[in-house]
């Protein structure tokens, strides 16, 4: 091996020793700043990825209406496919007027937020938002809708942030029971199943507690945690023992795969 | 210079293949493996480079992989920024040692590094978290989640050769341009 070659391999390998020694706090800048580099690539596959997603909508509801109407003109087409998209707006009114009438009520001060990106990751599961330190975002906010809790972000950047999802292993939120007196800690697991909502599940519940399906989870709202209490996480869907403690598998109250626009909990009003 | 402007496509490349990433969808067959494009493209990238501009990439494929995965809980580092660096500079080595094989004309090496390196790559990924974690975790889910990726790609390898060739074609002495026998 040439020495050049050598020089250049030590180089690289210092850089690495270098770049590992960094602190958490200067690594979480350099990838708030990598963020904000990233955000305008991100939007614009986001825009795309829309675009791309309402054509492949309105496609399907054209082929569906084809197979029921052969005898349908082109006018007829026409005014069925505005029909639709007049539909889609409506729909799109409602879950917005909905968000907002929570906002009003809410206790807390709420920012509102849209997703610009979904997880990409193999073992993560997190979502970047368009909201950052600029609008008054910091580091371990809870992250919610008007059904449920989200998340919390992590990193923060100019005009973006990361969500750590409830559904990741690492999000660990303290938790009660409806109509008991359990309390435990919520988090999700490493590995998901695919094609549903995510599973969480909430341990160190005593053993011999009384939890059914069906009861829901809030956020237990402990003093300098992260959550106000009394959000809603999920409804338990299967109770167990184990030696040491009660295990709890709780279905999240928020499908965040259908998820696009979300609220900051920024403080209380 | 040729070298120099081939590195930057392949940065470029590199870069690219992470924002596509970014938008592809878990496969829910495959027990919600994703297809991982960047160890594919490196490993082509890293076979016909030569070593100081492979090393280059390995430097910037694993540092942008690390600030893409960067997750950080409670003051803690995952996965640190370097780790992926080191990574993806024993790859590279391994791939480019086929460099010799790719000037003689035969590209097909790079399949089976491409495979072993995306799952190699998901492995290390996964066996990090579980030692920051404290406890691992087997399941179906988690082999089908390192194998998948690495498979899918070898079905890729001959696509993206196919695809770079005419472009490498139209530089005059292009690195990335092979040989005609």
Redesign the interface.
């Known amino acids: 091996m040439k020495k050049i070659n050598i020089a250049l391999l030590l180089a690289v390998l210092a850089l690495a020793v270098y770049f590992s020694a960094q602190s958490a706090s200067d690594t979480q800048s350099l990838q708030a700043k990598f963020l904000s580099f990233l955000a305008p690539f991100l939007r614009t596959g986001t825009a795309v990825q829309e675009q791309l997603g309402s054509m492949g909508k309105g496609l399907k509801t054209l082929d569906e209406v084809e197979a029921d109407n052969r005898r349908l003109n082109e006018v007829n087409r026409e005014l069925l496919t505005t029909n639709n998209l007049l539909r889609e707006i409506e729909a799109e009114n409602n879950r917005l007027r909905l968000a907002l009438e929570y906002r009003a009520r809410s206790v807390f001060r709420l920012l509102p937020a849209r997703v610009i990106a979904r997880d990409a990751s193999t073992w993560w599961n997190t979502i970047k938002i368009n909201r950052g330190f600029e609008d008054g975002i910091e580091t371990d906010q809870p992250v919610l809708t008007e059904v449920g809790l989200i998340g919390k972000t992590t990193t923060v950047a100019k005009n973006e942030c990361l969500v750590v999802l409830i559904t990741d292993e690492t999000c660990r939120v303290a938790a009660k029971i409806e109509g008991s007196k359990e309390q435990g800690i919520v988090s999700g697991m490493r590995i998901q199943e695919t094609g549903t909502n995510g599973t969480l599940q909430m341990n160190f519940l005593s053993k011999n507690a009384t939890i059914e399906p069906g009861q829901k989870v809030y956020t237990a709202g402990i003093s300098n945690g992260v959550f106000p209490s009394g959000i809603l996480i999920g409804t338990v869907r299967e109770f167990r023992t184990r030696p040491l403690d009660g295990q709890a598998l709780v279905d999240p109250a928020v499908d965040i795969s259908q998820t696009s626009d979300v609220f900051v909990v920024v403080g209380a009003k | 210079m040729r070298t120099a402007i081939g590195m930057l496509a392949t940065c470029l490349g590199v870069f690219i293949a992470f924002?596509l990433?970014?938008?592809?969808p878990?496969v829910?067959v495959l027990?919600?493996?994703?297809i991982?494009l960047v160890p594919m493209i490196f490993c082509y990238a890293a076979m016909v480079l030569p070593?100081?501009a492979m090393?280059?990439l390995?430097?910037f494929t694993?540092?942008v992989s690390?600030?893409?995965?960067?997750?950080?809980?409670?003051?803690?580092?995952?996965i640190?920024?370097?780790?992926s660096?080191?990574f993806f500079?024993i790859t590279g080595s391994i791939s480019n040692g086929f460099r010799p094989s790719y000037l003689k004309g035969h590209w097909w090496p790079v399949i089976p590094v491409a495979i072993l390196t995306t799952s190699a790559y998901?492995l290390m990924?996964?066996v990090m978290?579980?030692v920051r974690?404290e406890g691992f975790?087997f399941?179906m889910?988690?082999l089908w989640?390192v194998l998948a990726?690495g498979l899918l790609v070898g079905l890729f390898v001959p696509l993206v050769h196919a695809v770079v060739q005419p472009f490498a074609s139209l530089i005059p002495q292009s690195p990335w341009r092979q040989p005609e026998y």
């Open positions: 924002l990433q970014q938008g592809l878990a829910h027990h919600g493996a994703r991982v070593f100081p090393l280059g390995a430097f694993g540092f690390d600030l893409f995965y960067l997750h950080i809980m409670e003051g803690r580092v995952e640190a920024i370097g780790c660096i080191v500079v998901l990924q996964f978290i579980s974690r975790v399941e889910a988690v989640r990726p």
